[in-house]
């Protein structure tokens, strides 16, 4: 399992605690957490998730000043379960945090689940050392450069979608797409959007092993989400399946591009792997053995 640096937006959409959940869970060693914006409560559930899985997490912010709380539900209510403050401070930048990483652990490999700003800043750095895999959830294919088994009407005649994670900073987004990075791959809505975790889903998964707690804190936050919401859209979890199990999804070979007001995909068969489909089976058979 590799060496992971997370960048995420956590503590907005719970889905990246999840992702985070099931990486840890898997076996995958997270070795650095930088969060967008870095609002203090975002900071805290990061701390808090480090200090469930028992591992020493460095954790960034992208900024470090004038923030305001901007969390809740579900991760406020595991804040004040497990005893910890809804406030905390960064350990740095998100930049030096990943650069620490980096030169402790020179073959880390970057997951991104939110906007790229501190892997942006740190990849523009002079001595930035370029990861050979990157994954970011974020893009869109358009069905006339793949039809995938399962489509939907909103997506029909379209080349470009909105993607949160690329708009919420277009000159980081930049800089990464522009990194010589060898195994670059995006995992979009075209995909995501077809993929939900509901209680149907959640009766399937067998218990934690007690000897895995980031299972069992993936079992906790899914118990209280389901609590209040019949489903979840699987965005950052199933992108972080795709980083570990690349060989589940189709990936179709381009260049994530600025298109509309959006993003799309230019065919390029020397391009990034833009995920067109997946095997839904083997996405949940990840989750149910958990390592």
Not at 52 to 62: F, H, L
Not at 105 to 132: K, Q, W
Not at 218 to 234: E, Q
Request: hydrophobic share 40%; charged share 20%.
């Amino acid at each position: 399992m590799p060496d992971l640096i997370v960048e995420t937006d956590l503590g907005h959409d719970p889905d990246d605690l999840f992702a985070l959940c099931y990486l840890a869970a898997a076996g995958a060693h997270i070795r650095a957490i930088t969060v967008v914006p870095g609002d203090p409560d975002q900071l805290a559930v990061a701390r808090l998730f480090a200090r469930a899985v028992g591992a020493d997490i460095p954790v960034g912010a992208s900024h470090l000043t004038g923030r305001k709380p901007s969390s809740g539900g579900v991760h406020h209510r595991l804040l004040d379960r497990f005893g910890a403050p809804r406030a905390v401070a960064p350990d740095g930048p998100g930049d030096d945090v990943v650069a620490a990483a980096l030169d402790r652990h020179r073959d880390a490999e970057l997951f991104v689940i939110g906007p790229c700003t501190s892997t942006a800043r740190y990849l523009a750095r002079s001595d930035a050392r370029v990861p050979r895999r990157v994954t970011m959830q974020g893009g869109f294919l358009g069905y006339h450069l793949h039809a995938p088994v399962v489509r939907l009407p909103e997506f029909e005649g379209k080349e470009w979608a909105p993607t949160f994670n690329l708009n919420g900073d277009r000159k980081g987004a930049s800089v990464l797409l522009a990194a010589p990075v060898a195994d670059r791959r995006f995992v979009g809505k075209n995909v995501c959007h077809t993929l939900l975790y509901d209680t149907a889903v959640h009766a399937t998964m067998p218990p934690p092993p007690s000897d895995n707690p980031a299972a069992e804190l993936f079992r906790l936050a899914m118990d209280l989400y389901l609590a209040d919401h019949p489903t979840k859209k699987w965005h950052d979890p199933t992108a972080a399946v795709c980083h570990l199990h690349p060989e589940i999804g189709v990936w179709v070979r381009g260049r994530v591009t600025k298109l509309g007001g959006g993003w799309g995909t230019v065919p390029d068969p020397t391009g990034d792997h833009i995920l067109a489909d997946i095997d839904r089976g083997a996405l949940w058979d990840c989750f149910r053995t958990w390592t």
